[in-house]
């Protein structure tokens, strides 16, 4: 047989083949058969174990030891071939000194040994091995046919190695009830029909799906992007960065896979979805299937699947897209990000259902803020809710229930009743202020939006404690310019006329970032906040000058996020002061937000240059106790009251009250009654919360007022 006639049959096995198990059957049988061994096997690396070989394909010897037999990448004939990566030929292989024997696999009579490393420019990955019974030359032409099987055969293996069985949709949770246990981040109960967000995509039910069309939509985007990807390839080999255009070989090699288009249209078939959201879906299970793989340079290809799916949404128009959603939407997402929140509109969101967040993360404080009940910590979330239609959230306790049946709709809804005729019995307004001798407690909003302004307002809080201005930001990816900026900070300021107003400058990173900003592995310890600000001078001063415009310096001020030292704070303060001085006139108030503890040790020098502190809780907490605000597995931990925070807190008052600058704290923490007490009792009398507890907790003091002789 010719030798290209052995390469094209090797393709056409894993082109024809029903499985990746059943393509290296294939191949080692038909490889046994066109060599003229007795033995054929295949070797790769095993998933969890970076350090093992593993015997996935073999013909010749016995079919129960595949999957079995494993080896150290440094042990045996075999681990000698993949740890030097070359081409090994052993005769009198039993008797080698490197040999290793697994009994009962029957390999002790062969005695030549080929190896054959499979791999690619950048990593060995397994070995192809072929054995025989008697001791055989190979001549050098035979070598390089040999190899050049490998060859084809490493690019086939690899690819196929990876794309391997995206896990199936579950389908053993389709047409019945299912009662899931999650963690309660904001109380509620209500019903609605989901709605998913994968990525910065949001699924869309408000129009019919038509499937032949999505079909044909992502057959388009699949040809543009392989276009994309070989025009990259031949540019980078022209201009000599071979590396790098090898890169977008593996890219292209990987979305040819015919596996990978196929499931995609499985999933618009079987599930009626667009070809965008499938798009996502499928290609995030590959992602968490790569990840899980212990070798660093296999692991690495979840990277490429991820700028796979990137092209091919680009292709689908649908990146960074805002889409309507309809009313009693339930929103379900794997973490949601402020970028995604804010490109909803909330006025017809029932209920956040999520696997990762914390109960101070954004999509926490965010239904906190709406009334919208929220639970976090429901794994496999999009794979259990493939098949609902209907779904209930109950924010109390954590429970989520998928296609409830008719008996379960009737009790919630019965406890639906209940609790909003409870709430509509316990509104009422109070207005009058909350003193303690001569000093009033004051309760200041902190608000993500112009309707949060709004209730604020309904709800008498004493001013906007905290304007998150980078929402606004977020809510076009990244898109806000000056003029824009003058209309959103006017209507801001619209509701609170004659009261104060704190503008927190961008606070843009860790959670809160478009896609203009760049991705880390660490984004809460990374480039956030001031930090951001100062680097980028022109994306500072716009936004300075748009509130310098707006603001009027008797009762708005602005606020520096993420301050690490008082050299970050002057230098931000000081262009602030040059821009209103050339603009002729008059800075308002500059306060610094402590939330990173070394700016705490520097406490004293703050007080002194800024005109007032905030201190942000929420990310203070996080940071003093190395605890992830938005890791459920670690919110059982969350506990501010926590003697060594509380005197955290106590050192920035003290620090304050020296130099005689004024202090509130902004957070979560204050709608704690007993934190809130304790606060009090330590002397902050300056508090911003969302707005929506803002009646209860001067309800809640008014109470204690009557009882506590202290607060007295």
């Not at 008697?134 to 293996?157: C, D, T």
């Not at 949404?313 to 339930?330: A, N, P, W």
């Not at 040790?601 to 800024?610: C, D, H, N, S, V």
């Not at 009646?695 to 002789?709: G, H, I, P, T, V």
Request: charged share 25%; net charge negative; proline share 4%.
């Amino acid at each position: 047989m010719r030798k290209l006639d052995v390469l094209l049959n090797i393709s056409n096995i894993i082109l024809d083949a029903s499985s990746h198990q059943n393509a290296l059957m294939e191949i080692v049988a038909y490889l046994k058969k066109v060599l003229e061994c007795d033995v054929c096997s295949i070797y790769l690396l095993n998933r969890m174990n970076d350090e093992q070989l593993c015997l996935v394909a073999t013909d010749g010897l016995h079919r129960d030891a595949i999957g079995k037999v494993t080896m150290r990448c440094d042990e045996g004939l075999t681990g000698r071939c993949y740890s030097t990566n070359s081409y090994t030929f052993i005769r009198n292989a039993s008797k080698h000194e490197g040999f290793k024997y697994f009994p009962g696999i029957g390999e002790e009579p062969f005695k030549t040994f080929i190896g054959i490393p499979l791999k690619n420019k950048a990593h060995t990955f397994g070995v192809l091995v072929l054995q025989f019974h008697q001791n055989k030359n190979v001549s050098p032409i035979r070598e390089k046919f040999l190899l050049a099987v490998a060859a084809q055969l490493s690019g086939m293996v690899l690819q196929h190695y990876l794309m391997e069985d995206a896990s199936a949709p579950e389908l053993e949770y389709m047409g019945r009830e299912i009662v899931l246990k999650g963690i309660p981040l904001s109380a509620g109960i209500t019903m609605g029909s989901p709605v998913r967000v994968i990525f910065r995509y949001i699924e869309s039910d408000l129009a019919a799906i038509d499937v032949r069309e999505e079909c044909q939509k992502l057959t388009a985007a699949f040809r543009k992007t392989a276009t994309d990807l070989k025009a990259l390839s031949r540019k980078l080999e022209k201009s000599g960065s071979a590396f790098e255009s090898e890169i977008f070989h593996t890219h292209l090699m990987i979305l040819e896979d015919p596996r990978l288009q196929s499931d995609i249209e499985r999933h618009i078939l079987d599930f009626t979805k667009s070809a965008a959201f499938s798009v996502r879906h499928v290609i995030d299970k590959y992602i968490d299937k790569f990840r899980a793989i212990a070798d660093p340079y296999l692991r690495e290809r979840a990277a490429d699947m991820e700028d796979i799916s990137q092209r091919l949404m680009c292709h689908l128009g649908v990146v960074s897209r805002q889409t309507e959603i309809k009313e009693d939407s339930i929103i379900l997402a794997d973490r949601l990000t402020p970028g995604e929140t804010a490109a909803l509109d909330l006025e017809k969101v029932n209920a956040f259902v999520t696997h990762v967040d914390g109960v101070t993360s954004h999509t926490a404080i965010l239904a906190k803020n709406r009334g919208i009940p929220a639970v976090t910590g429901i794994e496999k979330i999009f794979d259990i809710t493939e098949f609902a239609e209907w779904m209930i959230v109950d924010g109390f306790d954590g429970t989520v229930i998928i296609n409830p049946t008719e008996e379960t709709i009737l009790r919630y809804q019965a406890r639906i009743t209940e609790k909003q005729a409870t709430r509509q019995k316990k509104i009422k307004i109070i207005e009058e202020p909350i003193r303690i001798g001569s000093e009033t407690i004051s309760f200041d909003a902190n608000v993500s939006s112009v309707l949060d302004a709004e209730k604020a307002a309904q709800f008498k809080a004493s001013g906007i404690g905290l304007v998150r201005t980078e929402i606004f930001y977020l809510q076009n990816d990244g898109n806000f310019p000056y003029q824009e900026q003058l209309e959103t900070y006017q209507r801001i300021i619209h509701t609170f006329p004659d009261l104060s107003i704190v503008f927190r400058l961008f606070d843009i990173g860790s959670d809160k970032k478009s896609s203009r900003e760049a991705r880390e592995d660490n984004p809460a310890l990374g480039f956030r906040g001031a930090r951001l600000l100062i680097d980028d001078q022109s994306f500072f001063l716009d936004q300075v000058r748009a509130l310098l415009e707006v603001c009027d310096p008797a009762r708005h001020k602005l606020l520096i996020p993420f301050i690490a030292d008082a050299h970050e704070f002057n230098s931000l303060r000081l262009t602030i002061l040059q821009e209103a001085a050339r603009k002729g006139k008059a800075a308002p108030a500059i306060g610094v937000m402590v939330e990173i503890p070394s700016a705490v040790f520097q406490i004293a020098e703050l007080a002194q240059k800024a005109d007032f502190i905030s201190v942000g809780t929420n990310d203070l907490f996080q940071y003093f106790f190395a605890l992830d605000r938005a890791n459920p597995r670690v919110s059982n931990l969350y506990s501010p009251n926590s003697p060594a925070f509380l005197e955290l807190l106590q050192q920035v008052l003290l620090a304050c009250r020296a130099a005689h600058t004024p202090v509130e704290i902004c957070g979560e923490i204050a709608s704690d009654h007993t934190i809130l007490l304790k606060l009090i009792e330590m002397g902050y009398r300056h508090f911003s919360v969302n707005p929506y507890v803002i009646n209860e907790l001067r309800a809640f003091l008014l109470q204690e007022l009557q009882k506590s002789e202290w607060i007295l």
